[in-house]
């Protein structure tokens, strides 16, 4: 049997495993192990000697540090009340119009993404702090449920964004080109949701109600209260792009920031710290047993030669370009109703990425578009958080929102999928939208 032919049973076997719920990291873990052991005759030396090799490499990574830091960053917002008051300021300033609480909760996704890194995260946090004031206003269900899901996943959208640090690993990619390059779609999607919900309250007034307008004297202190945090987003980015800090030493910025506006806003107490460590170590641990597991995968697959094969295979076939991308983008979307976003990544981009640096796409440069598919995977993965039936954030905030049925949180979310996929293809056929900001910073 051919290296590839093992390669393409392992990976089935692999899917096999994840539709029995098996763990990600532990399917891949022995999906990789089964193709090293079948190509060697079932002798484990090489498995065993691959293993031992790869876990000291992973673990003993610098760029990788930055995980923790990221995650330790949104934990001290999550657990600070920073996301309380990022809330607070986006409806005192256009809570008073027709659907302004829904669109408030949008620009307060967007504002937590940029210190959190994680969808979940962003949609747990925000749908505690919002659902109960929607619902206190009068906003439909469906209307409020809807918003809060397809916004939390500004929370990978808008940099620092974790899936973005492991693409860059993978692919050896620049994390702060990634991050800048991530900043205009991530807002072209904050702006694409509220142009939904206007659409909404548009068509449906009692869907979004108006709330009372708010004192100036009091829109103005809540927008003082959350300066600090677009401070820190911008020393983050431009520290990592600008070069003055590499990306470890702003993500620990970053997060001492955090901690600090947290403490001395008084959101932040023993209790609250102990909390952000302990939900740190337990996400940073999950996530290497992932990045452990992908990386015994991806090197068996290496040397089973499938991925380059598949590449070739592609590449000769003389199917177009486009059909090929839309192709993989039609497979993330199905993916989505299995796993989460960072196990895509870490599934796909080792077979996607030389498949599409070997394709030609509107003469970008290999450059130009290791960036440009980074970000479109990344867009296309946070539908899968999303989309019915199993997408995580629905059940993430229909578990919140008490009373209101899945049936309603998955109908409400449809709209949101539309302007999602008209982003797609604007940044298909423009990939300048992503690559722009990072030529003019680069110069």
């Known amino acids: ?6 390669g393409l049973i392992g990976f089935g076997g692999l899917l096999g495993l994840l539709a029995l719920r098996v763990h990600i990291g532990v399917a891949m873990f ?63 300033l256009i809570g008073h119009w027709r659907g302004g ?156 920031a955090c901690g600090l506006i947290a403490l001395l806003s008084g959101g932040m107490g023993w209790r609250e710290l102990v909390a952000s460590v302990y939900g740190t170590a337990q996400a940073t641990a999950m996530i290497f047993l992932v990045l452990i597991g992908a990386d015994l995968l991806n090197s068996a697959l290496a040397v089973s030669q499938m991925p380059v094969e598949l590449a070739a295979w592609v590449r000769d076939s003389g199917m177009p370009p486009l059909l090929v991308l839309f192709t993989i983008i039609g497979v993330y979307i199905l993916l989505g109703c299995v796993m989460d976003s960072l196990a895509m990544i870490l599934l796909t981009v080792p077979i996607f990425y030389p498949m599409v640096m070997g394709l030609e796409f509107f003469g970008l440069s290999v450059a130009d578009k290791s960036v440009w598919f980074g970000i479109l995977a990344l867009m296309v993965v946070e539908i899968g958080l999303v989309h019915p039936p199993v997408g995580m954030n629905l059940y993430v905030i229909n578990r919140l929102a008490k009373g209101v049925p899945m049936r309603e949180t998955a109908l409400g979310v449809l709209p949101f999928l539309a302007s999602d996929l008209l982003r797609i293809l604007l940044l298909v056929f423009c990939p300048g939208v992503c690559l722009w900001l990072v030529r003019v910073i680069g110069g």
């Open 1 to 6: 049997m051919s290296g590839t032919a093992i």
């Open 30 to 92: 022995i999906a990789g192990a089964g193709i090293y052991l079948t190509m060697n005759g079932g002798q484990s030396a090489a498995l065993l000697f691959t293993l031992n090799t790869l876990t000291f490499a992973r673990l003993s990574n610098y760029d990788l540090s930055v995980i923790p830091l990221f995650l330790l960053m949104g934990q001290f917002a999550t657990h600070g009340g920073l996301s309380r008051a990022l809330f607070k300021a986006a409806g005192a």
């Open 101 to 256: 609480l829904a669109m408030a909760s949008t620009a307060a996704c967007a504002a937590f993404g940029a210190i959190c890194g994680s969808s979940l995260a962003t949609a747990a946090t925000m749908g505690q702090v919002a659902l109960p004031e929607l619902q206190r206003h009068g906003y439909s269900g469906r209307l409020a449920t809807g918003t809060l899901a397809a916004s939390g996943t500004l929370g990978i959208l808008i940099p620092p964004s974790v899936p973005l640090v492991v693409y860059a690993v993978l692919t050896q990619e620049s994390i702060g080109k990634l991050f800048v390059a991530a900043v205009v779609p991530g807002i072209l999607a904050a702006l694409g949701y509220l142009a939904v919900i206007a659409l909404i309250v548009r068509r449906d007034p009692a869907a979004g109600p108006a709330s009372a307008p708010v004192p100036w004297g009091e829109r103005l202190r809540a927008q003082l209260n959350v300066l600090p945090v677009a401070l820190v987003f911008l020393v983050v980015i431009v520290g990592i792009y600008d070069g003055w800090a590499n990306p470890t030493e702003a993500a620990s910025i970053g997060a001492a």
